[in-house]
Every structure is written in structure tokens, then in C-alpha cells.
């Protein structure tokens, strides 16, 4: 019996727009994956530029893909979480470049209530971002998602909250921290080259921010919301000393 059919189908999704100059370096490192069993979906927000064009010259090695107008990233995204049909998913942003390791971690995806995740480099900051996550630090930061391979069971239910236009994806991974018997496992290697400075480095996202300790209280251990609280007070308290000894 061929191995390949036996192993987990990862799908893999790309949002884009306007991506003309750089989705087809994300393109081409997934369709050369040594690995195989994957399909690719890319989903497309109406692109004005000739990103359809570069995308349409792939159209028989993509298992789907769309351009239409959506509402932000995050639907985007649940666009391509509702037509995915792999074990797995893995969201590759337009422009980063998944390097040829699935076939060397994927034998890790041994739990389908586990999360498991990587490390991406970044060139924004010329270093690889960014090693193991505590509950705690999960609280104030979020894993990279091009590092994350999600079970297909528990984000195809969650989904992404699209309320939240750039902080989204860590809404969802401390949503899934308050799943019972779910959990988020670290493997030691870079999964992506992640460009980094993006819509995301540039927006605040003012709606999570307003929310994030209620969600860390909801979903994480109260040791864990304490310190966010904690920590979160602190932090005013600097930088309102920081502003009045301007």
C-alpha cells in the first residue's frame, strides 16, 4: 500500500490582494514540497493588480481558489477554512515561502487535540521568532501563524473572529487554550520565511486590545490572568510616568 495515501492531508491557504510581486514565491514552495499529499487553496480579496493573472498560470496544481471581495483578512481566511478538507491546516501568508520540511515534521502530528508549531524567520528582524510558548506568554503574545498546524476538527468550529481586523489569529489560538483537551505542542524547526511588516505591524487593533484580558480570563488558568492583569497595569503605569517626564 503506497505510504503517501496513508499519511495526513495538510491544506494549505494563502489570503492575498494586490500580491502580484510576491505571491508566487509563496506559489511555488508549496507545490515543491517533497511531500505531497496537500492541497492549496488560495483565497483572493478582488486583487486590482495582476495577482489573479499569476495565480491563474497554477490553476491545475491548486486544489481551489477564489478572488472576490471579502471583508479583512479574517474572512478571508474562514473562506478557505470552510472549502479546506485536509487533517490538518496551515495558513502561508502572499509573499512568505513555506521551506520544504513538511515531510520532516508532519510524522509529529500524532494528536488531533494537539496544536503544533514551529518557528518561521523573520526578515523583518533578520532572526528566527520566535521558540516554545508558556501559558503565560501566550497570554501577551501569539504564536506566528505560518509557524502553526492546526487540527482541522477544532479551527474549522472555532473559525476566525473577524471583529478583530489583525489580531485575529491570537484571539483563536487563546480561544483554543480554553478548549478542554486541547493543547499547543512545540517542535524545534523553522517551518517558513516570514516577511514580516505587514498590514499587521502597521494596524493597532484597537477592538482586541479592548478585549484581550476578558478573553485570557475566559480561556487561560487564573494564575495566568492575573499576570496578564498584573502585567497589564504595570505597563500603564511606565508609560504614563514616560509621558509626564516628556
Avoid at 17 to 45: F, M
Avoid at 122 to 132: A, I, P, Q, S, Y
Wanted: contains cysteine; glycine residues 8%.
Amino acid at each position: 500500500m503506497n505510504k503517501e495515501l496513508n499519511s495526513p492531508k495538510i491544506s494549505i491557504i494563502t489570503v492575498s490582494y494586490n500580491a502580484e510581486q510576491c505571491i508566487e514565491q509563496s506559489i511555488l514552495s508549496v507545490l515543491g514540497q517533497t511531500y505531497k499529499n496537500i492541497e492549496y487553496i488560495i483565497v483572493d480579496g478582488g486583487s486590482t493588480d495582476k495577482t489573479v493573472e499569476v495565480i491563474n498560470r497554477y490553476d491545475d496544481l491548486l486544489y481551489y481558489w477564489i478572488s472576490e471581495p471579502d471583508k479583512g483578512i479574517y474572512d478571508a481566511m474562514n473562506k478557505g477554512l470552510k472549502v479546506a478538507t485536509g487533517d490538518w491546516i496551515y495558513f502561508l501568508g502572499a509573499g512568505d515561502i513555506l521551506l520544504n520540511v513538511i515531510d520532516k515534521i508532519v510524522n509529529n502530528f500524532t494528536d488531533d487535540k494537539k496544536v503544533y508549531y514551529g518557528d518561521v524567520y523573520r526578515t523583518d528582524l533578520l532572526k528566527v521568532f520566535n521558540g516554545k510558548f508558556s501559558k503565560f506568554r501566550s497570554a501577551r503574545m501569539s504564536i506566528c501563524h505560518q509557524a502553526i498546524f492546526y487540527p482541522a476538527s477544532i479551527i474549522k468550529r472555532l473559525g476566525f473572529n473577524t471583529k478583530y481586523k489583525v489580531q485575529g489569529d491570537h484571539n483563536l489560538n487563546m480561544e483554543i487554550e480554553g478548549q478542554v483537551g486541547y493543547s499547543f505542542e512545540y517542535f524545534n524547526a523553522v517551518v517558513c520565511i516570514y516577511e514580516g511588516g505587514g498590514f499587521s505591524a502597521v494596524t493597532r487593533d484597537e477592538a482586541f486590545f479592548k478585549d484581550r484580558l476578558g478573553i485570557v480570563k475566559k480561556n487561560f488558568p487564573k494564575i495566568v490572568y492575573y499576570y496578564a492583569f498584573l502585567l497589564d497595569k504595570f505597563l500603564k503605569l511606565i508609560k504614563r510616568g514616560e509621558y509626564r517626564h516628556r
